[in-house]
């Protein structure tokens, strides 16, 4: 199993701002992912983080509004740039175990753009 | 885009009673999982089941899946209060691939 700290666990910013969210996983992965759930929604996957290369990301993300970092096995921390109040979401980062087996999340950034 | 499509969109039972909840995805996969949630925070991995298996139980949870119409259902038999939360299932988007495709969910509400 992983471990997953998330911080911070909420925040509330002024519209224009950005907020940079930190995953800290307690052993080494190959893999984060993060996720981005809008109120009321489902999960949507934003990008795969890999350590030592850019981060993968999906249909309707961009590196310019959400720049992820992936300095070791460990860690990951993603940004939500220049923010408007169509970003408050839950995000939420996440590894996997070995193939075929659950993922783990983290506890989950609640996000409020005023 | 989400591949999952999960039926009912939100579910009211008294305690004591069974739940079902149902996913639908679209393409091939290697398994389905379901996770809980609750109240918006992280989710938390319920049951598994893989691809080539057609019922998995595990405690209080039944998950079927039928490859042949791309669907799974979970059943909570002997519902308690704190059985509250938003269910969803997940499969791998490509297969051998570990990121997830997320249903829509289901919101439990369980009634004491």
């Known amino acids: 199993s992983a471990v997953i700290s998330q911080k911070p666990s909420r925040d509330i910013c002024q519209r224009g701002t950005s907020l940079t969210i930190q995953c800290q996983v307690d052993?080494?992965?190959?893999?984060m992912f993060w996720y981005r759930q809008q109120p009321g929604q489902s999960l949507t996957l934003i990008a795969t983080?890999?350590?030592?290369?850019?981060?993968?990301?999906e249909s309707g993300f961009v590196i310019d509004k959400f720049p992820i970092s992936r300095p070791n096995l460990t860690f990951s921390t993603l940004t939500v740039s220049n923010m408007s109040p169509e970003d408050s979401s839950i995000y939420l980062c996440?590894?996997?175990?070995?193939?075929?087996?659950?993922?783990?999340f983290g506890q989950g950034t609640r996000l409020t753009v005023v | 885009s989400q591949q999952g499509e999960e039926d009912p969109q939100a579910l009211s039972i008294q305690e004591g009673e069974n739940a079902t909840m149902n996913c639908s995805y679209k393409?091939?996969?290697?398994?389905l999982q379901w996770y809980r949630q609750n109240s918006g925070r992280g989710l938390v991995h319920l049951i598994l089941?893989?691809?080539?298996?057609r019922e998995k139980h595990s405690g209080r949870l039944r998950v079927t899946l039928d490859t042949s119409k791309k669907s799974s259902s979970l059943l909570i038999t002997a519902s308690r209060a704190a059985d509250t939360a938003s269910y969803f299932c997940?499969?791998?988007?490509?297969?051998?691939?570990?990121?997830?495709?997320f249903g829509q969910g289901t919101r439990l509400t369980i009634n004491p």
């Open positions: 996440s590894v996997s175990g070995i193939m075929n087996t659950e993922a783990f």
């Open positions: 089941i893989r691809s080539n298996e």
């Open positions: 052993s080494q992965v190959t893999m």
């Open positions: 983080a890999n350590q030592g290369s850019e981060a993968t990301y």
């Open positions: 997940a499969t791998d988007a490509d297969q051998g691939a570990q990121k997830l495709v």
């Open positions: 393409t091939s996969i290697n398994n």
